[in-house]
C-alpha cells in the first residue's frame, strides 16, 4: 500500500504571530510546528504502516524551510518527503494550495492521501477536499478512526453527537482530526537518519497538470482585506466586596457598558 | 570553532525537551515522595529508543554521538533527577561495557534486550569497604569448572532490583603489580534469577528517590564462564574506562538539573512580588541569576566538550572528571540558589526546586566523588 500524507509547518502559537505586509503570515520569522491535525494523520498513516505494511510518503509546500517539518516526519517513520517550493507558489490561499498539492500528487503513486482536518493557521477544512476534487476521487472527512479493509478504507467520521461509519474504495483521501491518535514522538536515531536521507524537491516545473492561473498568490481567489494578532487581553479588574455588593457591582459595570 | 549545534542535534534535543515535559515533568514530584521507580516512563522511553541513543543499530540501538544521549540525560533531568539517572545508569554503566568490552556472543545476547529498553542494566562496584577504594572488593568469583561461583554484596547499586542484567566485579585472585600482591578483578555478566542472586535493603535516599538503589547479595551464585566480561583480571581497568563514560552522564544529569533550577527560579522571581515589585526587579536577585546561569553555561561546555572527547578520544578520563566535577559542584550551588531565591517556598515539598537541591547532592558524590575527579585532573597535570 502507498499513502501519501500532506503535512504543513504551522507557525506555534506559544511562540507569537507575525504578519507580511500584505496581510500573510511572515512564516520565516516565527517558530514552527508541524500541524496537529496533520501530525494526527501521520501517525494514522504509521499505524497502517505497522499493522500492513506501506510506503509513506510526506508532501509539504511551503518555504525552504518547511524541509525541517518533513525531517520530523522522517524521523517519526515515514519513509520518503517532498518539499514542494518555488516562488511563484507564495501567497496561496486554499485554492491555490490544493492545486499545487494535487499537481505534485499526479506524480505518485496511491492507494490513500491523508491530510489533516485544518491547519491551526487558517482552519479552513478546505484544502483536503479540494485535492480530492481535483484528483477526481472520493474524500471522507473528520475522520476519528481508520481501518483498511482489501481494498477500501473504513472510516468513522466524527460529528458533534454521532459519528457515521463509511466505507471508500482506494484510491481515496481522509482527512484527519487531531483526537485520532497520540502520535509517536520520533526516535534520536530517526532524527539523524532523517538528516541523512535525501528530500525531493519540486517546483513549478514539476506540478502536472495544473494552470499558472491557479497558482500562488495570482491564483488564489481569496484576498485578506485585514490581518490582525489576537488582542491579547489585560489583567482585567479586581475589586473585593461581599458577594452582595460584588452582585450590585457587575450589574452597575455591565448596563455602564450597554451589555443589559 | 563552532559552538553551535547541528541541526540533527537541535531537534534531537527538542524530542528530549517534549518529552520531559509531557511525560517526565509531571510525575517527579510523585516519583520523590512515594519513592517508586517511574516503570512507566521507562516504557515509554523504551518505546521512543532513549534507553539505547549510542548503541550501534547493529545491535538494536540507535546509532547516535554521545552527545545526543548526554542530552537526553540533561533535559530528562531539567525536570526530574531520578529519570536522569535511569538512563544514565542503564546506558553508560551496562551497555557501553558490554559494548566495549563484550564478545560478540555477549553483545548479541545482551544489547538487542537493553538497548530496545524491554531490559534494564546496572553495575555493580561498589561494596561496603570499597567506595573510592575500588581495590577494597571483598567479592570473590572462583571458577568451578564451567562456571565461575561468586560470594559477596554490593551496595548502592542504582536500578537495583529494577533491572535485568547486570554488570558485576568480583576479585578473582592476586597478582604482582610492582613488587607486591594486589587483587585481581574481573567483570561478570549477571542476569537477575540466576539462583544465589538476591536483594538485600532498599537505600532510604535524600534526593533521587524514585531510581532504585539496593544492596545486590550473591551467595553460591553460579555465573557461566562465557559471562566473563573481557579478559581475566581486566576487571580494574574495565571499571575505570566504564567510570569515564558514567561520569559524562552523571555531568550531563547534573547539568539538567542546574538548568531545570535556574529557569523555574527565573519564572518564579518574575511573579513573586515582595515591597510592592516582583523580585526579579531586585539587584541582588538579577546578580545571583547572571552568576548561576553563567557557570550553568560553563557547565554545560565542559560536559559538551567530555561528550565529544568520548566520541573521537580513545582516552577521555581528564575530560570526564573536570565535567563531572564542575557540572556537579554548580548543580549543588544554582539549586542552593534557587532555594535562597525561592525564599520560604523553596524550602517546601510544593516546589520543585526543594527536590532537585536534595537530588543534585548526590552528583557530588557518585561515579566518583568530587575529591576523585580532583585526583583524576590533578594526576594528569603532576605526571
Known sequence: ?260 | MDFMLSKQHEMARSLFREFAEKEVKPLAQEVDETEVFPRATVEKMAKAGFMGIPVPKEYGGQGCDILTYAMCVEELSKVCGTTGVIVSAHTSLCCDPILTYGTEEQKQKYLPDLAAGRKIGAFGLTEPGAGTDAQGQQTKAVLDGDDYIINGSKIFITNGKEADVYVIFAVTGTVEKRGRMIKEISAFIVEKGTPGFTFGTKEKKMGIRGSSTYELIFTDCRVPKENLLGKLGEGFKIAMHTLDGGRIGIASQALGLAEGALETTINYVKERKQFGRAIGAFQNTQFQLADMATKVEAAQLLVYKAAMAKATQKVYSVEAAKAKLYAAEVAMEVTTKAVQLHGGYGYTREYDVERMMRDAKITEIYEGTSEVQRMVISGALLK
Not at chain 1, 103 to 126: M, V
Not at chain 1, 231 to 248: F, H, I, N, Q, Y
Open chain 1, 1 to 260: 500500500m502507498k499513502i501519501v500524507v500532506c503535512i504543513k509547518q504551522v507557525p506555534d502559537t506559544k511562540g507569537g504571530v507575525k504578519f507580511n505586509p500584505d496581510g500573510t503570515l511572515d512564516r520565516g520569522a516565527m517558530l514552527t510546528i508541524m500541524n496537529p491535525d496533520d501530525k494526527a494523520g501521520l501517525e494514522a498513516a504509521l499505524r497502517l504502516k505497522d499493522q500492513y505494511g506501506a510506503e509513506v510518503t510526506v508532501i509539504t509546500m511551503g518555504l525552504p524551510k518547511a524541509e525541517e517539518v518533513l525531517r520530523e516526519a522522517m524521523a517519526m517513520g515515514a519513509d520518503k518527503g517532498i518539499l514542494v517550493t518555488d516562488r511563484v507558489l507564495g501567497g496561496a490561499d486554499t485554492w491555490a494550495t490544493s492545486q499545487t498539492l494535487a499537481g505534485a500528487i499526479r506524480n505518485l503513486e496511491y492507494d490513500l492521501i491523508i491530510t489533516g482536518r485544518q491547519a491551526i493557521d487558517g482552519d479552513t477544512a478546505q484544502v483536503g477536499p479540494q485535492i480530492s476534487e481535483h484528483l477526481g476521487i472520493p474524500v471522507i472527512s473528520y475522520a476519528q478512526k481508520i481501518e483498511v479493509e482489501g481494498d477500501s478504507v473504513i472510516v468513522e467520521r466524527q460529528y458533534d453527537d454521532r459519528y457515521h461509519v463509511l466505507k471508500a474504495k482506494m484510491p481515496c483521501l481522509v482527512t484527519a482530526l487531531a483526537e485520532l491518535n497520540e502520535p509517536r514522538y520520533m526516535t534520536p536515531g530517526g532524527i539523524f537518519d532523517a538528516y541523512n536521507a535525501e528530500i525531493t524537491v519540486w517546483g513549478r516545473a514539476d506540478l502536472k497538470d495544473v494552470d499558472d492561473s491557479n497558482l500562488g498568490l495570482k491564483g488564489s481567489p481569496t484576498q485578506i482585506a485585514k490581518a490582525s494578532d489576537k488582542v491579547r487581553k489585560g489583567a482585567g479588574e479586581k475589586v473585593t466586596l461581599d458577594p452582595t455588593e460584588s452582585v450590585d457591582y457587575i450589574i452597575g459595570k455591565l448596563k455602564e457598558k450597554h451589555v443589559i
